[in-house]
């Protein structure tokens, strides 16, 4: 059974980070997980990540519309080291070798739902694929042991890990397994935006083993997935799509809600303008609204939205020449395991980083805090996981 100091579970953004973290502060390091290690949520992030850069904008003031757009649920402790390492986030990933996209100088940013300022940093409509590329490249170069293919089975105190076929002994353990939207959509018959290993045996193993969790009943839906094409169900259109300009539209062509409001009003003003008769049938019958994508300038979506734009035309439909259809669609767990600033989680030795965690987003979480939770919590859990191996 070989030891280690630290064992990370999961390779999306904020396994990686953790597991590299962990490995640049001296720690023997092993990285399990579930698929390949390409295969996760993070990848497939669009949008972008937010960060106080603006001339008028402060970590107070992203933390403040944290609160707000969490309806006041959110652990501010949290909230305040994930605003003010934000900064310093970035420029690791730039270290790293990520190019967010920039103009004038400066970054290009956008306004995500819920945010007062303009704060969404992007590298095109690719931003998750970027970042995870580059974390991966990092930890592949580093003398962490990959695992893939080696799902966590089961966790024994002290710490002992069934992972695959592989019996793993460390110190501490970083669980950075993500959310369950993938299993939940499932069991509901829904769609969901989510990779296939999104299905939360991690959070119940820890749940087991004694940790605490919080909000876990909250569910975030996005509110705009893909209606039609039918290829394109279930695909999550990027929010930035309204950051630059794109509003939503009921069958009349009227604006029913803010656009930009938090993503639980809009989602939810979604399904209640569909309930009142105001929604569009897709041609397979589903429900959906219209997201009138013609008004976004052509050179915005060129900069910043060519994924998508190249997915829809490719479906046969013209973002900037027609409206699209689109409806809420299951996208992501907000609660999960407890944990303090180190990420730390309410057991001895067990760190938790990423969407398997909770508090950093109370019950509703802002796009583009994700990611940036991921490198901030990540990074804090590797550095403490080593420590405390020590
Ligand atoms: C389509 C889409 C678009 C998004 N856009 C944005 C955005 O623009 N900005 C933003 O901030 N956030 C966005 N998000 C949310 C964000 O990407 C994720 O919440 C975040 O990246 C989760 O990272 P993670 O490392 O916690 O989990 P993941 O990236 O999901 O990684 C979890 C890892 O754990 C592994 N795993 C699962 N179970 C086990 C097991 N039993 N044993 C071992 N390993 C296991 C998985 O295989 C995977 O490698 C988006 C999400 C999706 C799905």
Redesign the pocket.
């Known amino acids: 059974m070989p030891g280690y100091d630290v064992l990370v579970?999961?390779?999306?953004?904020?396994?990686l980070a953790a597991a590299l973290s962990a490995e640049r502060s001296g720690a023997r390091v092993a990285l399990?997980?579930?698929?390949s290690?390409q295969?996760?949520?993070?990848?497939?992030?669009?949008?972008?990540?937010?960060a106080a850069f603006g001339d008028d904008d402060s970590p107070e003031q992203h933390a403040e519309d944290i609160w707000k757009s969490s309806h006041e649920t959110a652990n501010m402790e949290l909230v305040t080291v994930l605003t003010s390492e934000a900064p310093s986030a970035i420029h690791a990933l730039e270290e790293l070798g990520v190019e967010f996209t920039r103009e004038n100088g400066g970054y290009r940013l956008a306004r995500c739902g819920g945010a007062s300022r303009k704060r969404l940093l992007q590298v095109g409509d690719r931003?998750?694929h970027a970042i995870?590329k580059a974390l991966r490249d990092a930890v592949e170069a580093s003398t962490v042991t990959v695992l893939p293919n080696?799902?966590?089975?089961s966790l024994d105190e002290g710490w002992r890990a069934r992972?695959g076929e592989h019996d793993v002994e460390a110190t501490t353990v970083i669980l950075?397994?993500?959310?369950r939207c993938f299993r939940e959509a499932e069991v509901r018959g829904e769609l969901s935006?989510?990779?296939p290993?999104?299905?939360g045996?991690?959070t119940q193993i820890a749940l087991d083993a004694g940790a605490e969790a919080r909000d876990l009943d909250a569910l975030q839906y996005?509110p705009n997935g893909g209606s039609w094409p039918q290829n394109m169900q279930g695909y999550?259109i990027?929010?930035t799509t309204r950051a630059y300009g794109a509003v939503l539209l009921n069958a009349d062509g009227e604006e029913f809600t803010d656009s930009l409001g938090p993503r639980d009003v809009v989602a939810q003003a979604i399904v209640d303008e569909v309930a009142k008769g105001k929604g569009v049938e897709t041609p397979d019958g589903r429900p959906a609204v219209y997201l009138d994508t013609t008004r976004i300038p052509r050179e915005d979506a060129e900069i910043s939205l060519p994924y998508m734009l190249r997915r829809y035309r490719a479906a046969g439909v013209d973002p900037l020449a027609e409206k699209i259809l689109t409806y809420p669609v299951l996208?992501?767990q907000n609660g999960g395991l407890v944990i303090d600033t180190d990420a730390k989680t309410t057991l001895d030795g067990v760190y938790a980083?990423?969407?398997?965690a909770g508090g950093t987003h109370g019950r509703n979480r802002m796009?583009?805090?994700?990611?940036?939770e991921?490198v901030v919590f990540?990074r804090r859990a590797g550095r403490a996981a080593a420590t405390a191996a020590r």
């Open positions: 579970i999961g390779s999306g953004a904020s396994g399990a997980t579930k698929g290690i295969s996760c949520n993070s990848a497939k992030a669009q949008g972008g990540i937010q931003t998750g995870t080696s799902p966590l089975l992972v950075a397994a993500g959310g935006t989510n990779h290993g999104a299905t045996e991690v996005h999550s990027p929010e996208h992501y980083c990423g969407e398997i796009m583009g805090n994700s990611l940036l991921c990540g």
